[in-house]
């Protein structure tokens, strides 16, 4: 039997460990690489076309599997490009495994085109970033790599693998790699200290991370109006020790809490109400809509709608783990890509990615993968024609420092974008909605067929064209 090579062996490794889908963007020195994919059918390549949405809709598929998701890339430019999806991606703990190429060891000192300090420029933004330096270290290098972005918490991972490295044959064993079991229970007496905290606080108040999601542990934490072993064993502590007044307390707070969330639905119900009023199309007006159309376990929401959130978040409430998804480190652009890499975990679901028509912009081309690929999730560009964050935020900073209004860039009305034409010419249908009563029709062509769609939603927009115009000092 031939001798593998390098790039054999690492995808074998891939394949035995279950990585199937791998989100990348090519160049010169992968080439070879990504050819020897073709005898590894059990690993798609999803081609994406810019740096930032292979790993965005990475990014959208760990978050949905919580698994080790594959992310290629190419050397110093490619890995530049990533860096602010990479970014959000360690905030978020994504698992993230990121090979990327590179010329080769014979070129390393050769300041060859596109050279760098590859590891370095990954180090910020990753877990833990290495490259492979000696063929008989390749496997080992990668389980190691796989390993560290899986053990929580987790996070992104870099691999540089030098071109001469994967060329040449390549003799160690392949094995699974291992990922440590940490479902574990801190010490009894750490268990019994914050059960004596939580009882004797005066507010008691859990800050909590989305690690309590991702371990199934979310009717544990609101026992305790409350990761699952320690929310458990932290449970049975308060328990044994809650006193009768201490229930009663306990039992008042749920029920100020619960009267608290109700004063703020209605709150808001009045505020979308006048905003449903108003004879401009608003999020409220579609959010309803699709709530109401598509079955509530069946549909998953990518949300970054920015301003127009709040009045999707008051329709869209997520019953379980992995139907709501938000960015999570503010790099803008993950709302469809990650919509993408949702629809890919969770191909059974109705997936629909949010964005502003600002946040759209930085990854629009994300459609053309969807289409190559065949993934059919659904788009919505809640075009306001402005960064209207940002235009609130400025808004805010004035009256703080006592200034007058005045020009700002961050009007988008000018040149319009169409967002419809932009969609069709990647082979992505797609239907404007300019008035609430386009909203019906709107929705059961998105929702006739499983193939990716795209609304763009002319709302509101607090704009102004005469303030288009840099003059803010950027
Ligand atoms: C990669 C990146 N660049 C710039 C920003 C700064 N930023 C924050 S909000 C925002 C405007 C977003 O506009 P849009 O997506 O249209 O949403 P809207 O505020 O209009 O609801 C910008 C540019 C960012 N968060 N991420
Ligand atoms: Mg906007």
């Not at 199937?20 to 070879?32: A, I, K, S």
């Not at 330096?133 to 390749?138: E, M, Q």
């Not at 409220?284 to 598509?294: G, K």
Request: glycine letters at 8%; aromatic letters at 6%; one cysteine or more.
């Amino acid at each position: 039997m031939a001798v593998r090579n390098g790039k054999q062996a690492i995808l074998a490794q891939f394949a035995l460990d279950g990585l199937h889908h791998m989100f990348g963007n090519p160049g010169t020195v992968e080439q070879g690489f990504l050819d020897a994919l073709d005898d590894y059918p059990e690993i798609k390549y999803i081609l994406t076309l810019h740096e930032t949405v292979a790993v965005m809709a990475a990014d959208g598929y760990a978050r949905s599997t919580q698994k080790p998701t594959l992310v290629q890339l190419h050397s110093s430019p490619g890995i530049g490009n990533a860096v602010g999806a990479l970014y959000q991606a360690k905030r978020g703990h994504a698992p993230l495994v990121v090979i990327g190429g590179d010329a080769g060891l014979k070129y390393m000192n050769m300041d060859a085109q596109m050279a760098g300090d590859l590891v370095a420029m990954m180090e910020p933004v990753t877990k833990y970033a290495t490259m492979v330096l000696d063929s008989k270290s390749l496997l080992r290098t990668v389980r190691r790599a796989i390993k560290i972005a899986a053990t929580p918490p987790m996070g992104p991972v870099y691999v540089c693998l030098p071109a001469d490295i994967l060329d040449a044959p390549n003799a160690e064993p392949l094995l699974p790699t291992s990922i440590p079991s940490t479902r574990v229970l801190p010490d009894p007496q750490t268990i019994t200290n914050i059960a004596t905290h939580l009882l004797t606080a005066q507010k008691p108040m859990i800050y909590c991370g989305d690690g309590v999601a991702y371990s199934q542990a979310g009717e544990a934490l609101a026992q305790l109006a409350d990761p699952l072993l320690s929310l458990q064993a932290l449970i049975a502590s308060v328990q044994q020790k809650q006193s009768a007044e201490q229930k009663q307390k306990a039992a008042e707070r749920v029920q100020a809490m619960c009267q608290e969330a109700l004063r703020r639905q209605e709150v808001e119900q009045t505020q979308i109400t006048e905003q449903k009023s108003a004879t401009q199309l608003c999020m409220a007006d579609f959010a309803e809509q699709l709530v109401q159309q598509v079955d509530a376990d069946q549909l998953v929401v990518f949300d970054e709608a920015l301003t127009s959130s709040p009045q999707l978040a008051h329709y869209f409430k997520a019953s379980q783990t992995g139907q709501s998804f938000i960015t999570r480190g503010g790099s803008l652009g993950v709302g469809f890509p990650g919509a993408i890499g949702v629809k890919l975990a969770q191909p059974e679901k109705c997936v629909v990615g949010f964005s502003g028509d600002g946040g759209s912009m930085y990854t629009i081309q994300a459609l053309y993968s969807a289409v190559r690929h065949g993934v059919g999730a659904k788009f919505v560009v809640c075009n306001n024609r402005s960064y209207r964050l940002l235009q609130l935020n400025i808004d805010n900073y004035w009256q703080t420092q006592a200034m007058d209004p005045h020009q700002t860039c961050f009007d988008l009305s000018y040149p319009a974008i169409d967002f419809c034409q932009i969609a069709q010419s990647m082979g992505v249908e797609a239907m404007r909605i300019e008035h609430r009563d386009q909203v019906p029709a709107a929705l059961d062509q998105m929702l006739s067929d499983d193939k990716p769609f795209l609304i763009e939603l002319r709302l509101d927009g607090d704009y102004d064209p005469s303030q288009v115009g840099v003059k803010c000092g950027q």
